[in-house]
């Protein structure tokens, strides 16, 4: 029989699994961690990829910056062979480049602000280590808010006052349970978000958690275009309002509420301020248009009398109302959020059980979870002197215009000139938009350093390839100050034997650099860890049970810390005593109106929640390119990581990524199930397996992010020279590169439109997974 410690815990984004291995003791398979009750299959993925041809053995450099050295302009990179040298090699040519451009330029030509999902666990965390490592050497330039919902960050911090106090502390799934009626999902609630989480995950609970909700009564309504951001268990209502149009939908509701007197007025009156303002807007006053439901169905394309009768349900009801992290993803995408909060204001039922609003509710594992706050220590990354930064999503404009200026939450910078980026736990040519346009601009740095495991887009546009450890090959803690479940994350399998995990590699660099003490502060890997947990159990002594002590966490495996019994209410305190328990805003209360950003004086963004038409609504592109775009996360794999695993590769169709389309559309086009096809427009083009399916609205089309970015020039009128289509299936080809609005600068994906068509012609390969050209020079 087998026991546990013959199977040891890691964990990774997606769960936590308990690893087998042969005799040889290398990893065979990963069982899922007993205590989950819902554990995804993702990290089953890793396992054949580990000594897959696309793993990373030794540094690389590619050939055409070994042969001529740094340079900016006409670089083949992503097209380049790279040659293999040895570590030796690698750490002078990565701290001579660090040197000459530090000396030549300043730090504020090194860019750093490295973006991605790295490690679950909480030393080996490759951002972190990455950044701890460039303020040790003076700083660099670094980037603010995230691609998930940059937009929505901003715009919290001023409705509400500190945005990741609100989205770390949603009400929690018991107190819907226990207390709501009517679930009002705006962009859905798709479950396959919820395989993730930030830090790592011990037990998944939005499946879990929704199934008791149903079972407890609770309406569930599922406002998105794609019937499937609910699970079919919930039996939720479908409305499918026209994507962009969310804001439009509840300005319609508001605007019921207050015509039939069901708002809250006291409510309003106590907690909130710039009703007044947004109410002289909602009721037409200010600019002769009242968002009446009528108005509103015009834009939703939803009838106005499903609008009066969903705003009715939600005063009747104990509601939560939540919005999809997606919804800020889009023009204009500060608004959304902003709106459902003013929404959930007029309701009156913010800090009540089971009632008022959530941001994210199944975007990840964390939100809405169960569990004790808890302060855990962290690796500190030091302080950066370095001043200059740029909004994550604007790395494009940045690139291509140096010293131009930009706009972010009411102030104007410039963009710094950057002549090095250092990438370490990410991948932007997943994240980044306009991928075409991002390869241009990634062409312009001297030198590109990466930290990578696998020959994704990332390290195929990188000059220096440093080969770096997945989760299974390290030890670490999983400490997630929002999961119950403390995990010992066991060494379960060996690296290659020229593998280095992160601290190692920016050890070795600070060494001959001549900071190493400053980095390492004379403690080993496992001093590391040691001093995490010991430092993590003294910051909570409010604990029943302590936290354990490493040696003992080890031999236990786990712990499980227990929730409170008493179900969290978010704004519960500012309910009972605003005065005694104010928001970090200016007034103290929640801002429908904000003075702050009115007096910024934008164009795109005003002082309360408003609707602003979308651009592709006004441009007249619908005839060419009438089909909307909405590029959501996939179920199987973290964004770009693990497309090369064995549950990514399975859902792909001849090789390439599924694309969803409604029956009507695709009888339109003469298209069938399993037909390979084109969607373009004019930023870009890319082929995908074609999946029919009333799933999804006429007029919409879904395609997943993830695909690893495969550009090949093909002799089509769909692929100009300075536009390669990508063969793999990678969306990001054809989302615009713009920001939501001059307040967040925050990213648009969700604002793209496209046309569809059957490929004609011999169907190029899939490269997206094989390695570029290598020659060994490590013996040399």
């Not at 504020?108 to 790295?118: K, P, V």
């Not at 995908?688 to 007029?699: D, F, Q, R, W, Y």
Request: proline residues 7%; negative net charge.
């Amino acid at each position: 029989m087998t026991t546990r410690h013959e199977r040891p815990l890691t964990s990774f984004h997606w769960g936590t699994y308990r690893a087998e291995r042969d005799s040889r003791g290398r990893l065979t398979k990963l069982h899922s961690f007993e205590h989950d009750v819902d554990p995804s299959p993702i990290g089953a993925g890793i396992v054949d990829v580990l000594d897959h041809p696309t793993r990373i053995t030794t540094p690389m450099v590619r050939k055409g910056w070994l042969e001529t050295g740094p340079q900016s302009g006409d670089t083949p990179r992503g097209q380049d062979s790279f040659v293999a040298v040895s570590w030796e090699k690698a750490v002078d040519l990565v701290a001579g480049e660090l040197q000459r451009v530090k000396s030549e330029h300043s730090n504020d030509a090194i860019f750093a602000g490295s973006y991605g999902w790295a490690s679950a666990g909480r030393f080996h965390h490759a951002q972190g280590q990455l950044k701890r490592f460039m303020n040790c050497m003076g700083g660099f330039v670094r980037s603010v808010n995230s691609y998930s919902l940059a937009a929505g960050e901003v715009i919290v911090d001023h409705a509400l006052g500190n945005y990741s106090e609100m989205i770390n502390c949603q009400t929690s799934w018991q107190s819907i349970i226990d207390d709501a009626e009517l679930f009002l999902a705006f962009g859905g609630l798709p479950l396959k978000n919820a395989q993730i989480g930030q830090g790592g995950v011990g037990r998944h609970r939005q499946h879990e958690a929704t199934a008791q909700a149903r079972k407890a009564g609770i309406a569930f309504v599922n406002v998105s275009p794609i019937r499937a951001d609910v699970h079919d268990d919930l039996d939720a209502e479908w409305i499918a309002p026209r994507p962009g149009s969310d804001v439009a939908f509840m300005l319609g509701l508001a605007h019921t509420m207050v015509a039939e007197g069901l708002h809250a007025t006291e409510f309003l009156d106590r907690y909130t301020v710039g009703f007044p303002q947004f109410r002289a807007y909602l009721m037409g006053d200010t600019d002769g248009v009242p968002k009446s439901a009528d108005w509103a169905a015009d834009k939703c394309q939803i009838p106005a009398a499903d609008i009066v009768d969903l705003a009715r349900r939600i005063c009747r009801h104990r509601t939560m109302l939540s919005a999809s992290w997606s919804l800020t993803r889009q023009e204009s995408g500060e608004q959304p959020f902003w709106m459902l909060i003013t929404l959930a204001a007029m309701v009156g039922q913010i800090g009540l059980p089971g009632g008022g609003f959530g941001l994210g509710y199944s975007a990840v594992n964390n939100i809405g979870l169960e569990h004790t706050d808890l302060k855990l220590e962290a690796m500190s990354q030091g302080q950066n002197p370095v001043q200059a930064f740029i909004p994550v999503a604007r790395i494009s404009d940045m690139l291509l215009n140096p010293g131009a200026e930009f706009t972010y939450n009411g102030a104007t910078h410039d963009y710094p000139d950057i002549k090095l980026i250092y990438w370490a736990g990410g991948n932007p040519f997943h994240h980044h938009q306009d991928l075409n346009r991002l390869r241009k601009a990634w062409a312009k740095p001297e030198t590109i350093i990466a930290h990578e495991w696998c020959w994704n887009a990332h390290a195929k546009h990188a000059d220096i390839v440093l080969p770096c450890t997945t989760p299974p090959e390290r030890e670490d803690l999983m400490l997630n100050p929002r999961d119950p479940y403390h995990i010992w994350m066991k060494k379960v399998t060996e690296p290659p034997k020229d593998v280095l995990d992160d601290f190692e590699i920016f050890r070795r660099l600070a060494q001959k650099m001549g900071f190493e003490q400053a980095f390492t502060e004379g403690r080993t890997q496992h001093d590391w860890l040691e001093f995490l947990q010991d430092a993590s159990r003294d910051m909570n002594p409010q604990l029943a049970e302590p936290l354990l002590e490493l040696e003992a966490l080890k031999a236990a495996e786990f712990q499980y810390i227990e929730p409170p019994q008493e179900a969290f209410v978010v704004f519960k305190d500012f309910r009972c005593d605003p005065a005694a328990h104010p928001l970090k805003t200016p007034s103290g209360k929640i801002e429908i109106f904000s003075q702050t950003i009115a007096d910024f004086g934008l164009d795109d963004c005003h002082g309360h929640p408003r609707w602003f038409e979308p651009r592709e609504w006004l441009g007249g592109d619908t005839a060419r390119h009438p089909l909307h775009l909405l590029s959501n996360q996939p179920k199987t794999k973290l964004h770009s990581q693990l497309d090369h695993g064995s549950v990514s590769r399975q859902a792909k169709i001849a090789g390439r990524e599924p694309v969803t389309m409604h029956p009507d559309d695709a009888a339109e086009r003469g298209l069938k199930s399993g037909d390979i096809v084109k969607v373009h427009n004019d930023r870009g083009a890319c082929l995908c397996g074609l999946i029919i399916s009333a799933e999804v609205m006429p007029k919409v089309i879904q395609l997943s992010t993830g695909a690893w970015y495969d550009p090949e020039q093909i002799a089509t009128s769909l692929a100009r020279t300075d536009r390669p289509i990508c063969k793999h299936g990678n969306p990001n080809v054809l989302t615009p590169d713009r920001g939501t609005s001059s307040l967040a600068q925050g990213p648009v994906a969700h604002s793209c439109l496209v046309e569809v068509s059957l490929f004609k012609g011999p169907l190029p390969d899939v490269t997206a997974h094989v390695p570029p050209a290598i020659f060994d020079q490590t013996q040399g």
